[in-house]
Protein backbone atom coordinates (compact mmCIF):
# COMPACT_ATOMS: atom_id res chain seq x y z
CA UNK A 1 0.00 0.00 0.00
CA UNK A 2 2.80 2.12 0.68
CA UNK A 3 4.42 1.17 -2.49
CA UNK A 4 1.28 2.23 -4.01
CA UNK A 5 1.00 5.73 -2.99
CA UNK A 6 4.95 6.47 -3.44
CA UNK A 7 4.58 5.48 -7.09
CA UNK A 8 1.25 8.02 -7.21
CA UNK A 9 3.59 10.62 -5.98
CA UNK A 10 6.03 10.10 -7.84
CA UNK A 11 3.67 9.83 -11.01
CA UNK A 12 2.52 13.24 -9.81
CA UNK A 13 5.68 15.08 -9.37
CA UNK A 14 7.35 13.90 -12.93
CA UNK A 15 3.64 14.96 -14.87
CA UNK A 16 4.40 18.95 -13.13
CA UNK A 17 7.74 18.57 -14.01
CA UNK A 18 6.84 18.09 -17.44
CA UNK A 19 4.62 20.42 -17.54
CA UNK A 20 6.45 23.24 -16.82
CA UNK A 21 9.28 21.81 -19.21
CA UNK A 22 6.18 22.09 -22.04
CA UNK A 23 5.65 25.54 -21.53
CA UNK A 24 9.00 26.61 -20.95
CA UNK A 25 9.37 25.27 -24.32
CA UNK A 26 6.66 26.38 -25.97
CA UNK A 27 7.68 29.76 -24.26
CA UNK A 28 11.25 29.71 -25.36
CA UNK A 29 9.65 28.67 -29.07
CA UNK A 30 7.56 31.67 -29.26
CA UNK A 31 9.65 34.18 -31.35
CA UNK A 32 9.04 37.30 -33.75
CA UNK A 33 11.11 37.54 -37.00
CA UNK A 34 10.73 40.40 -38.89
CA UNK A 35 11.17 39.63 -42.75
CA UNK A 36 13.98 41.35 -44.52
CA UNK A 37 14.10 45.28 -44.68
CA UNK A 38 11.53 46.95 -46.71
CA UNK A 39 11.31 51.24 -47.65
CA UNK A 40 7.79 50.65 -46.76
CA UNK A 41 7.75 48.83 -43.81
CA UNK A 42 9.00 50.52 -40.19
CA UNK A 43 10.62 48.46 -36.86
CA UNK A 44 9.44 48.51 -33.45
CA UNK A 45 10.37 47.08 -30.38
CA UNK A 46 7.71 45.32 -28.54
CA UNK A 47 7.24 46.49 -24.96
CA UNK A 48 6.20 44.97 -21.75
CA UNK A 49 2.19 44.50 -21.56
CA UNK A 50 1.52 44.89 -25.17
CA UNK A 51 -0.20 42.90 -27.79
CA UNK A 52 -0.89 42.56 -31.22
CA UNK A 53 -4.17 44.21 -30.36
CA UNK A 54 -2.95 47.15 -29.17
CA UNK A 55 -0.38 47.91 -31.08
CA UNK A 56 -2.65 47.51 -33.92
CA UNK A 57 -4.92 49.92 -32.22
CA UNK A 58 -2.12 52.40 -31.50
CA UNK A 59 -0.50 52.35 -34.84
CA UNK A 60 -3.18 51.33 -37.37
CA UNK A 61 -5.98 52.40 -35.45
CA UNK A 62 -8.00 49.14 -35.89
CA UNK A 63 -7.37 46.11 -33.79
CA UNK A 64 -9.34 43.85 -36.17
CA UNK A 65 -6.04 44.23 -38.64
CA UNK A 66 -3.15 42.29 -36.52
CA UNK A 67 -3.45 39.20 -38.89
CA UNK A 68 -2.25 41.56 -41.86
CA UNK A 69 1.39 41.83 -39.70
CA UNK A 70 2.08 38.05 -40.37
CA UNK A 71 2.62 39.71 -44.36
CA UNK A 72 5.76 41.26 -42.94
CA UNK A 73 6.53 38.94 -39.79
CA UNK A 74 6.51 35.48 -38.86
CA UNK A 75 5.20 34.49 -35.65
CA UNK A 76 5.71 30.98 -33.66
CA UNK A 77 2.46 32.15 -31.64
CA UNK A 78 1.44 35.44 -32.49
CA UNK A 79 -0.99 35.03 -28.85
CA UNK A 80 2.56 35.36 -27.23
CA UNK A 81 4.60 38.35 -27.75
CA UNK A 82 7.47 39.35 -25.06
CA UNK A 83 9.27 42.85 -24.69
CA UNK A 84 12.36 43.90 -26.30
CA UNK A 85 11.37 41.58 -29.78
CA UNK A 86 11.12 43.62 -33.08
CA UNK A 87 7.84 44.02 -34.98
CA UNK A 88 7.62 45.34 -38.82
CA UNK A 89 4.35 47.27 -39.36
CA UNK A 90 3.77 48.70 -42.79
CA UNK A 91 3.71 52.26 -43.74
CA UNK A 92 1.11 52.39 -45.96
CA UNK A 93 -1.40 51.05 -43.40
CA UNK A 94 0.29 53.34 -41.44
CA UNK A 95 -0.43 56.64 -43.88
CA UNK A 96 -3.57 55.17 -44.32
CA UNK A 97 -4.11 55.30 -41.01
CA UNK A 98 -2.14 58.90 -40.89
CA UNK A 99 -4.51 60.15 -43.77
CA UNK A 100 -7.37 58.75 -41.98
CA UNK A 101 -6.23 60.78 -38.66
CA UNK A 102 -5.66 63.88 -40.67
CA UNK A 103 -9.13 63.93 -41.94
CA UNK A 104 -10.28 62.95 -38.52
CA UNK A 105 -7.90 65.82 -37.47
CA UNK A 106 -9.49 68.04 -39.63
CA UNK A 107 -13.21 67.19 -38.98
CA UNK A 108 -12.53 67.43 -35.29
CA UNK A 109 -10.99 70.75 -35.60
CA UNK A 110 -14.25 71.74 -37.74
CA UNK A 111 -16.14 70.33 -34.91
CA UNK A 112 -13.77 71.92 -32.43
CA UNK A 113 -14.14 75.07 -34.47
CA UNK A 114 -18.68 74.51 -34.64
CA UNK A 115 -18.54 73.83 -30.61
CA UNK A 116 -16.61 76.88 -30.11
CA UNK A 117 -19.31 78.93 -31.94
CA UNK A 118 -21.91 77.09 -30.22
CA UNK A 119 -19.86 77.81 -26.47
CA UNK A 120 -19.58 81.32 -27.82
CA UNK A 121 -23.31 81.35 -28.45
CA UNK A 122 -23.82 79.67 -25.12
CA UNK A 123 -21.97 81.69 -23.20
CA UNK A 124 -23.64 84.92 -24.91
CA UNK A 125 -27.57 82.99 -24.35
CA UNK A 126 -26.06 81.53 -20.71
CA UNK A 127 -25.03 85.71 -20.11
CA UNK A 128 -28.87 86.56 -21.46
CA UNK A 129 -30.13 83.71 -18.88
CA UNK A 130 -28.20 84.73 -15.72
CA UNK A 131 -29.07 88.55 -16.58
CA UNK A 132 -33.04 87.16 -16.81
CA UNK A 133 -32.32 84.94 -13.18
CA UNK A 134 -31.04 87.98 -11.53
CA UNK A 135 -34.15 89.63 -12.69
CA UNK A 136 -36.42 86.74 -12.47
CA UNK A 137 -35.11 86.59 -8.80
CA UNK A 138 -35.18 89.83 -8.05
CA UNK A 139 -39.06 89.83 -9.11
CA UNK A 140 -38.92 86.71 -7.02
CA UNK A 141 -37.78 88.99 -3.80
CA UNK A 142 -40.30 91.93 -4.67
CA UNK A 143 -43.12 89.05 -5.01
CA UNK A 144 -41.71 87.52 -1.37
CA UNK A 145 -42.15 90.92 0.07
CA UNK A 146 -45.37 91.45 -1.50
CA UNK A 147 -46.32 87.49 -0.24
CA UNK A 148 -45.49 88.95 2.74
CA UNK A 149 -47.44 91.86 3.54
CA UNK A 150 -50.60 89.86 1.91
CA UNK A 151 -50.15 87.17 4.32
CA UNK A 152 -49.92 90.05 7.40
CA UNK A 153 -52.84 91.09 5.99
CA UNK A 154 -54.73 87.57 5.20
CA UNK A 155 -53.40 87.54 8.87
CA UNK A 156 -55.48 90.61 10.04
CA UNK A 157 -58.00 89.46 8.02
CA UNK A 158 -58.82 86.44 9.64
CA UNK A 159 -58.46 88.30 13.10
CA UNK A 160 -61.30 90.71 11.93
CA UNK A 161 -63.46 87.47 10.75
CA UNK A 162 -62.71 86.02 14.18
CA UNK A 163 -63.32 88.86 15.62
CA UNK A 164 -66.94 88.93 12.75
CA UNK A 165 -67.77 85.83 13.40
CA UNK A 166 -67.72 86.38 17.44
CA UNK A 167 -69.94 89.48 16.88
CA UNK A 168 -71.93 87.31 14.58
CA UNK A 169 -72.37 84.61 17.23
CA UNK A 170 -73.32 87.22 19.87
CA UNK A 171 -75.69 88.47 17.36
CA UNK A 172 -77.28 85.63 16.75
CA UNK A 173 -78.06 84.94 20.53
CA UNK A 174 -79.74 88.37 20.75
CA UNK A 175 -81.92 87.78 17.84
CA UNK A 176 -82.23 84.16 19.05
CA UNK A 177 -83.43 85.72 22.53
CA UNK A 178 -85.47 88.52 20.68
CA UNK A 179 -86.53 86.10 18.01
CA UNK A 180 -87.99 83.82 21.10
CA UNK A 181 -89.55 86.43 23.02
CA UNK A 182 -91.30 88.28 20.27
CA UNK A 183 -93.17 84.88 19.84
CA UNK A 184 -93.86 84.76 23.33
CA UNK A 185 -95.87 88.28 23.05
CA UNK A 186 -97.34 87.54 19.86
CA UNK A 187 -98.55 84.23 21.26
CA UNK A 188 -99.83 86.28 24.22
CA UNK A 189 -101.31 88.83 22.27
CA UNK A 190 -102.81 86.30 20.15
CA UNK A 191 -104.51 84.32 22.90
CA UNK A 192 -105.50 87.69 24.68
CA UNK A 193 -107.35 88.93 21.21
CA UNK A 194 -108.64 85.21 20.90
CA UNK A 195 -110.50 85.67 24.46
CA UNK A 196 -111.34 89.53 23.79
CA UNK A 197 -112.95 88.58 20.54
CA UNK A 198 -114.89 85.50 21.96
CA UNK A 199 -115.83 88.15 25.64
CA UNK A 200 -117.02 90.75 22.26
CA UNK A 201 -118.90 87.84 20.08
CA UNK A 202 -120.40 86.90 23.74
CA UNK A 203 -121.41 90.11 24.03
CA UNK A 204 -122.68 91.00 20.35
CA UNK A 205 -125.02 87.51 21.26
CA UNK A 206 -126.23 89.18 24.36
CA UNK A 207 -126.82 92.60 22.65
CA UNK A 208 -128.88 90.84 19.58
CA UNK A 209 -130.88 89.00 22.78
CA UNK A 210 -131.28 92.03 24.35
CA UNK A 211 -132.08 93.99 20.72
CA UNK A 212 -134.94 91.14 20.16
CA UNK A 213 -136.73 91.70 23.08
CA UNK A 214 -136.34 94.93 22.74
CA UNK A 215 -137.61 94.57 18.96
CA UNK A 216 -140.56 92.53 20.62
CA UNK A 217 -141.30 94.93 23.54
CA UNK A 218 -141.57 97.95 21.28
CA UNK A 219 -143.94 95.85 18.64
CA UNK A 220 -146.17 95.20 21.34
CA UNK A 221 -146.20 98.86 22.58
CA UNK A 222 -146.97 99.81 19.29
CA UNK A 223 -149.95 97.54 19.40
CA UNK A 224 -150.88 98.75 22.47
CA UNK A 225 -150.82 102.27 21.52
CA UNK A 226 -152.87 101.61 18.43
CA UNK A 227 -155.64 100.00 20.78
CA UNK A 228 -155.29 103.38 23.18
CA UNK A 229 -155.48 105.55 19.99
CA UNK A 230 -158.50 103.66 19.37
CA UNK A 231 -160.28 104.34 22.45
CA UNK A 232 -159.22 107.38 23.18
CA UNK A 233 -160.48 108.33 19.44
CA UNK A 234 -163.77 106.27 20.52
CA UNK A 235 -163.82 108.57 23.83
CA UNK A 236 -163.29 112.06 21.79
CA UNK A 237 -166.23 111.19 19.65
CA UNK A 238 -168.15 110.32 22.98
CA UNK A 239 -166.93 113.76 24.36
CA UNK A 240 -168.17 115.47 21.59
CA UNK A 241 -171.55 114.10 21.64
CA UNK A 242 -172.20 115.18 24.89
CA UNK A 243 -170.79 118.88 24.86
CA UNK A 244 -173.40 118.61 21.72
CA UNK A 245 -175.83 117.60 23.82
CA UNK A 246 -174.45 119.85 26.87
CA UNK A 247 -175.40 122.75 24.07
CA UNK A 248 -177.95 121.75 22.96
CA UNK A 249 -179.41 121.82 26.60
CA UNK A 250 -178.53 124.96 27.45
CA UNK A 251 -181.48 125.98 25.46
CA UNK A 252 -183.99 124.17 26.70
CA UNK A 253 -183.27 124.06 30.50
CA UNK A 254 -185.39 120.99 30.39
CA UNK A 255 -184.61 118.87 33.14
CA UNK A 256 -182.59 115.50 32.32
CA UNK A 257 -183.93 112.71 31.53
CA UNK A 258 -182.98 109.01 33.37
CA UNK A 259 -181.17 108.16 29.65
CA UNK A 260 -179.70 111.06 29.20
CA UNK A 261 -177.99 110.91 32.71
CA UNK A 262 -176.61 107.57 31.99
CA UNK A 263 -174.85 108.90 28.71
CA UNK A 264 -173.49 111.40 30.74
CA UNK A 265 -172.19 109.09 33.20
CA UNK A 266 -170.42 106.55 30.39
CA UNK A 267 -168.98 109.18 28.65
CA UNK A 268 -167.06 110.50 32.33
CA UNK A 269 -166.07 106.96 32.90
CA UNK A 270 -164.77 106.26 29.39
CA UNK A 271 -162.89 109.42 29.51
CA UNK A 272 -161.48 108.85 32.83
CA UNK A 273 -160.18 104.92 31.51
CA UNK A 274 -159.14 107.08 28.20
CA UNK A 275 -157.09 109.42 30.65
CA UNK A 276 -156.07 106.53 33.02
CA UNK A 277 -155.06 104.31 29.45
CA UNK A 278 -152.45 107.43 28.48
CA UNK A 279 -151.02 107.95 31.67
CA UNK A 280 -149.90 104.21 31.83
CA UNK A 281 -148.39 104.28 28.09
CA UNK A 282 -146.52 107.42 29.02
CA UNK A 283 -145.17 106.17 32.23
CA UNK A 284 -143.90 102.86 30.22
CA UNK A 285 -142.31 105.13 27.35
CA UNK A 286 -140.07 106.81 30.01
CA UNK A 287 -138.99 103.77 31.41
Known sequence: MKMIRGTLKLALILYICAALSGVYVLSASARITPHDGDDETMLITIEKGD??????????????????????????????????????????????????????????????????????????????????????NESIDKLNAQLSEVQKELEKAQEEDEQL?????????????????????????????????????????????QLKVTDEHIAATQADVKTLLAQVETNQKAINEVKMMLKNAEGVHEEASTSKRALVFLTTVAAGIGWFAINAFNGGSGE
Open 165 to 209: AGLREATEEQLAGLREATEQRLAGLEKRIEEKTEETQKEVEAVKT
Open 51 to 136: TLWDLCQEHLKDPLRWRELSKYNDFTNPHLIYPGEKLRIPLAMAKDVVEIAQEDLMKQQKELEQLRAELAESEATRAKHEANIRAL
